[in-house]
């Protein structure tokens, strides 16, 4: 079937405007030019909005993946598949994974880290409508320490100067946030979990030069050293954040930040385990991660800081589109459905501080997903997303990609 984005009505049996809300009974969600214009029964869709009638469905918000890496291909070796194909195809592989998130119901992506040229244009490509996928916020190369996490793909900076011109540069490619490495990680053979990268003075540095352009910043940290660092520093979110400690929580919620635990990505590293040709040192650390990870879930709810859904998609074993993954982990960990949902929608929508994404309102882009099964009884409900809108336009319906979307 084909929709014009330009006035149509989505009607369903319940919809959730936002994850916290009460869903509403036979409802309809207005739209105009790819923007939510109101949401009603049906009773009062307004006359000249053709109706579309998605049956006994649930239709929530697009959902967001707040980590992903568009470079990477998900494979056992992601780094050295980039390294083994040109710039170009890489960019142009970006949008094929970003519409492999998108027919996954993810309807807008946060790249935090990737050469940025390639994940740029990516980003251009779909804003333009050269091609369908999900929305790219970008971080561009991430900000590193000479040898530091992710130094094969970074920006190399050392001691503050350093830093501020990394970030600049980075600004003036137009990112939409700053990605910084604050500690050391899971795969690199030679580094620590608790090791701290950049120091809280080059964070400090990072932070002031983003918050003075209007960017917000994402600190990569697994250590209860570089967690805190992030937070003194000031950063917006801890990605990973596996070692939060109850004291550390406590300074994040006074700080208003925000926790992406990631933990399907060391989740997927013990599923795989060595038996699937992994090395031992990353399903050592990895299952260490893990463990922590779930309490750090535990840690941040106690204190009340918002849980955001991030995947580290296209990282080794990840594959692009599998937030609900993730998200039926922090069900595990302790959130409840609702509160997952919210981690893939309004937390993850105010982390990127988008007050038009992740709720269905006046305004708000729409982006809609359907299921079958009610999600705020069973998260797994947002493994079987049946129906994709985005930016008004149907993508995916009773479960097959709409003809004229890109494949991928
Ligand atoms: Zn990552």
């Given amino acids: 079937m084909s929709v014009s984005p330009e006035k149509v009505a989505y009607s369903a049996s319940r919809v959730l405007p936002d994850a916290h809300a009460e869903p509403m009974v036979d409802a309809s969600v207005v739209v105009e030019d790819g923007r939510v214009v109101a949401v009603t029964r049906r009773a009062g869709i307004p006359s000249g909005y053709p109706e579309v009638d998605l049956g006994d469905r649930w239709l929530l918000p697009g959902m967001i993946d707040l980590h992903v890496h568009l470079v990477w291909d998900g494979s056992a070796e992601p780094l050295r598949a980039m390294q083994s194909e040109s710039a170009e195809l890489t960019a142009i592989r970006c949008v094929q994974r970003a519409h492999r998130h998108l027919v996954n119901g993810v309807t807008t992506v946060r790249d935090v880290g990737g050469p940025h040229r390639m994940v740029l244009?990516?980003?251009?490509?779909?804003?333009?409508?050269?091609?369908?996928g999900a929305?790219?916020?970008a971080a561009g190369s991430p900000i590193v320490m000479t040898g530091g996490h992710g130094h094969e793909m970074g920006v190399i900076a050392d001691g503050v100067d350093g830093v501020r011109w990394a970030v600049r540069s980075m600004l003036a490619e137009h990112v939409d946030l700053i990605k910084v490495m604050a500690g050391g990680g899971v795969f690199p053979r030679g580094e620590r979990l608790d090791s701290v990268q950049l120091g809280l003075d080059e964070l400090t540095a990072a932070v002031t030069e983003a918050h003075?352009?209007?960017?917000?910043?994402a600190a990569h940290a697994h250590g209860l050293r570089a967690i805190k660092n992030s937070i003194v520093a000031g950063?917006?979110?801890?990605?990973?954040?596996?070692?939060?400690?109850?004291?550390a929580a406590a300074l994040a919620k006074e700080n208003d930040q925000v926790?992406?635990?990631?933990?399907?990505?060391?989740?997927?590293?013990?599923?795989?385990g060595t038996e699937n040709g992994l090395p031992a040192h990353p399903v050592e650390k990895a299952g260490r991660a893990l463990t922590g990870g779930f309490e750090a879930?535990?840690?941040?709810?106690?204190?009340g800081v918002p849980v955001g859904a991030g995947t580290d998609a296209g990282g080794r074993g990840k594959p692009h589109g599998c937030l609900a993954a993730e998200l039926e982990l922090l069900v595990k960990a302790g959130l409840t459905p609702r509160e997952a949902l919210a981690a893939a929608t309004t937390v993850a929508a105010s982390a990127c501080g988008r007050d038009d994404l992740g709720a269905l309102r006046a305004g708000a882009a729409a982006d809609l997903i359907a299921t079958e099964a009610d999600p705020t009884a069973d998260i797994g409900a947002l493994t079987r997303i049946d129906t994709v809108i985005a930016g008004g336009t149907p993508v995916v319906r009773d479960g097959r990609p709409v003809l004229g979307t890109v494949g991928g």
């Fill in 121 to 132: 244009a990516a980003r251009s490509a779909i804003e333009d409508g050269v091609a369908s």
């Fill in 135 to 137: 929305r790219v916020l």
């Fill in 212 to 217: 003075n352009n209007g960017r917000r910043v």
């Fill in 235 to 247: 950063v917006d979110t801890i990605e990973h954040s596996c070692f939060l400690d109850a004291e």
């Fill in 259 to 272: 926790i992406v635990p990631t933990l399907v990505a060391f989740h997927r590293y013990v599923e795989l």
């Fill in 297 to 303: 879930v535990g840690h941040a709810r106690a204190a």
